[in-house]
């Protein structure tokens, strides 16, 4: 029986772990945390938890302009004790969830961390320590594949050491009994543009430190000028082109030092100045695991290491910082090593979404990576000209799909609407599958919904293909 060791219990461990039992093999995880990982205890999961409780909360107090009335409906708030506490409820059933899985199917769960700890490079087993709280070593494991899916951590900006109390990461925010007076988020990436989105809608006052011309640098430049300009018209202020240098705490909250001698103060500073990959301490070096410059254990497209037999997943590669990119990572790892037929992970056809109001989903070619003179056309649908869209009084986002020129082959889009990561699919499954516009076009939508944009775009775009 093959014996699999996987350290890290985040999506790209535990779908690792199932495939792996499903095929037979002997799998042990080992995990320091919690099953499920941060993915499941801090990051994706309660994120997304509150993000729903601000959404729902501004849907309310939105009503008003469908007509509702009999209560104060603009005047609707969050409980945060309550919303925080409920996360964290949320988050360990989940790992609870997890955890009873795994163990139903047979992988067995080890607590604490581990590390490889191969005495000669280029043997046909690995060793794998596991040590407890103190450092001391409590077990030795031998196996004959190992994944590292350990994951990701918050990069902390020096002279901006959180404390838990006011310097906060996004680990901290779900023990915040009240809401901050006034959050300065730092960094505008996704994590920073989901946060300062989520906490405007929960009705917090809130200033967007970015150090770019625009939010969110990596999308759509069409789709962050939507998200900006429904963020500053709900209140929002973005402090732009703006470096942190280091955040201070003050009597009353904090200042946020900018590299330019300008300062943004609030109550609460929330640090998403990205993240680091979680390798100290895994004697990687040692045991000839190749590393790329940013730290990142660098891996193929079937997730192999440097190390025969050593294989790696999820965010610990930087391949895609995606829960789904670190399970399907993790999958075809454990195919490779035992043995099954496999393709190599096709990034291209992957499809992502942040969580802002309106959200903003992508899959495929984008504009911004295109290279100039591509054969491909572009139609961008407004929400506006959806009849749904006004039925719910949706004013801001779009449907934008590309094809191929030539063949009219759907090679990426853009969605930007409220529930975007749910209209996305139809695309993605274009993309991934190589249909065509024709295929959108001729493809009954329902009469009135927001996919119908999608189809529409398909027709438009039908007139372009070319046909000599
Ligand atoms: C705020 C936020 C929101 C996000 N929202 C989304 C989203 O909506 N959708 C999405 O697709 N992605 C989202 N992501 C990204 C997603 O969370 C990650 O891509 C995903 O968690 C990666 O999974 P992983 O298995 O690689 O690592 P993780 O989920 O980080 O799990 C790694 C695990 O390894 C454990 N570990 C580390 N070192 C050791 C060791 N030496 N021994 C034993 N265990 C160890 C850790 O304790 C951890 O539990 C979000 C990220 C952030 C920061
Ligand atoms: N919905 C989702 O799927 C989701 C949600 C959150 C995060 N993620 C993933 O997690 C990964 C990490 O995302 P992230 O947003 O945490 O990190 P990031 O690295 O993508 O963004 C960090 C941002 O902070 C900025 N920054 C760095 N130093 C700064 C400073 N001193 N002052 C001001 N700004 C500064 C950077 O320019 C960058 O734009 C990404 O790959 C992302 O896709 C996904």
Excluded at 392 to 416: P, Q
Aim: contains cysteine.
């Amino acid at each position: 029986m093959t014996r699999i060791v996987i350290i890290g219990g985040g999506p790209a461990g535990y779908e690792a772990a199932l495939v792996a039992a499903e095929l037979g093999a002997q799998v042990t995880i080992v995990e320091r945390d919690g099953m499920g990982g941060a993915s499941v205890l801090s990051d994706c999961v309660p994120s997304k938890a509150f993000i729903a409780a601000a959404g729902t909360m501004t849907t309310v107090r939105d009503s008003v302009r469908l007509g509702l009335q009999g209560t104060e409906l603009s005047a609707v708030g969050l409980d945060f004790a309550h919303v925080n506490g409920r996360i964290r409820g949320l988050a360990v059933a989940q790992s609870a969830d997890v955890h009873a899985r795994l163990e139903n199917e047979g992988v067995e769960i080890v607590s604490g961390r581990a590390r490889l700890s191969d005495v000669i490079q280029g043997l046909i087993e690995h060793t794998v320590e596991v040590l407890d709280a103190d450092g001391a070593v409590t077990r030795t494991i031998v196996a004959d594949a190992v994944l590292i899916a350990t994951g990701a951590d918050p990069r902390v900006l020096p002279g901006a050491e959180p404390d838990g109390e006011r310097i906060l990461t996004w680990r901290d925010v779900y023990d915040l009994e009240e809401p901050p007076e006034h959050l300065v988020v730092v960094g505008s990436g996704v994590t920073g543009a989901e946060f300062a989105s989520g906490y405007l809608e929960a009705g917090v006052p809130v200033t967007l430190v970015s150090s770019r011309d625009q939010v969110l640098p990596g999308e759509d430049s069409d789709a962050a000028e939507v998200l900006e300009e429904v963020f500053q018209s709900r209140g929002g202020r973005i402090a732009e082109r703006s470096r942190a240098a280091a955040v201070r705490r003050t009597e009353k909250g904090v200042v946020v030092e900018l590299t330019d001698g300008r300062t943004v103060e609030g109550s609460h500073a929330l640090m998403t100045v990205g993240t680091v990959p979680n390798t100290g301490g895994l004697n990687l070096e040692a045991v000839g695991v190749a590393l790329s410059p940013s730290g990142h254990v660098v891996v193929d497209r079937v997730s192999r290491t440097s190390v025969p037999g050593v294989y790696a997943a999820g965010d610990v590669t930087g391949v895609f910082q995606l829960a789904s990119v670190a399970a399907m990572q993790g999958r075809i790892a454990m195919w490779h090593a035992l043995g099954e037929a496999v393709a190599p992970i096709r990034l291209k056809t992957v499809s992502a979404n942040v969580f802002t109001h309106p959200e903003i989903a992508t899959v495929g070619v984008q504009q911004k990576t295109m290279p100039e003179g591509e054969d491909v056309d572009v139609v961008r649908l407004p929400l506006a000209t959806n009849a749904r869209a006004k039925m719910s009084d949706l004013r801001d986002g779009f449907v934008k799909i590309f094809a191929r020129r030539s063949t009219g082959v759907v090679v990426g889009g853009v969605v930007v609407a409220p529930g975007a990561s749910e209209l996305i699919l139809p695309i993605a499954l274009a993309v991934t599958k190589g249909l065509t516009v024709a295929d959108l076009a001729q493809t009954f939508s329902i009469y009135p919904s927001l996919s119908g944009s999608i189809t529409e775009a398909g027709r438009r775009l039908m007139g372009t293909v070319d046909r000599s």
